[in-house]
């Protein structure tokens, strides 16, 4: 008969199995705080032995952008079978689990419950800590998963749908936020592009593939720098600037070249974020950069930065898509050093959508 996942071990119950040595570590770490439903197992907070992501992406898109009642529907019935399917992945029940990690915040409200009440609730019934863990320090973990290289101090240029920041990561849970977007982050501003440009969500990548085919220096879109020394961004300029450039030349009955104003756009993001990367990086003092978030999968974001990082010195750290975007392996890994500092959260923790990461 097969084994359940919940088939208690013959002599130990509740007295939890003592973990002899700190590799060995297992952190269960879940992920619900946007559109992705994600559970994974890690051991020693940097071997991945299971990363189960159960992406949304299909239930939003009739919609064009994520409807938060629909996401946090989808997280309860995707949540159970992906945490289940993480612990066969990597063949263990969850008696073998040490500690439970789930996303606390920043994202949907809604979203963040579905993780954050199922993740007590495992730690309750299995009498393990819980790890309540910044969505956005997980993200910083995505890298030192990816690459056993890689470590901090770093500038970590998180980019995605949801966040657009520059975080100077001088070590475990020492972070400083150098700079962020002051209105829409840098995914979002590629999807309501291309949403204007009728092409379909995520517009990101359809972004991306029309860039391949259009001249980057076609049109001249504005590059808001936000002054000398900011390491801020803004993007709703930049946005509305496409918008009008279209409706001006439709208006003149032009004819617009999809393929380059997606080229002059993206080329525009990626200028912005190069040099402010490279800008953060050099007033941090330190030599590696990890770029990590959905829009890491950006061809032009990922070779400007890679350029730019070459000409200065700079190692650059991009992990594969499946860590770049919301993912729970970040979430256990970066619990799991949180352990080691004693950081577990209570049984009332309750998930906070504003979470700041310092
Ligand atoms: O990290 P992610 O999966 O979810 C969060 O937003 O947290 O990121 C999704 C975002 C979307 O805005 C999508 O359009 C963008 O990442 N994205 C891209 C590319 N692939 C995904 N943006 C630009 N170029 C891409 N190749
Ligand atoms: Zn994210």
Known sequence: MPRSLWTTPET??????????????????????????SASVVKGGREILSNVIVSQVDLHGEYGGIVPEIASR?????????????????????????????????????????GVAEGKSIAAV???????????????YSNLLADQTAEFP??????????????????????????????????EAFDKVARFLGLDYPGGPEIDRLSLLGDPTAIHFPRAMLGEGSFDVSY???????INYVRKAESRGEQVSVENVA???????????????????KAAGVHRVF????????????????EACQRDG??????????CTDNAAMIAACATQMLRRGRTSSLNASPDPNLPLV
């Open 263 to 281: 080229a002059s756009f993206q080329q525009a993001v990626v200028d912005v974020q190069v040099t402010k990367t490279i800008a953060a990086t």
């Open 314 to 323: 700079f190692s650059l750290h991009v992990p594969p898509l499946e860590l």
């Open 236 to 242: 709703s300029g930049l946005k509305t600037s496409v």
């Open 12 to 37: 130990v119950v509740l007295e939890r199995r003592i973990v002899d040595r700190d590799e060995d570590t297992l952190v269960l770490g879940i992920e619900t705080s946007c559109d992705e439903t």
């Open 154 to 187: 770093a500038v970590a240029l998180i980019i995605s749908g949801g966040h657009t920041m520059l975080v100077h990561a001088k070590g475990h849970g020492d972070y400083e936020v150098m700079g962020g977007t002051i209105d829409d982050a840098a995914g």
């Open 291 to 306: 770029l990590c978030g959905g829009v890491a999968a950006n061809s032009g974001l990922r070779q400007g930065l890679a």
């Open 74 to 114: 989808a997280h309860v019935e995707a949540l159970t079978p992906a945490i289940g399917e993480a612990l066969r992945d990597a063949d263990l029940t969850f008696w073998d689990v040490d500690a439970i990690a789930a996303t606390l915040g920043p994202g949907l409200i809604g979203s963040l419950l579905v």
């Open 126 to 140: 299995l009498q393990v800590p819980f790890v309540g863990v910044n969505h956005l320090e997980g993200h910083l």
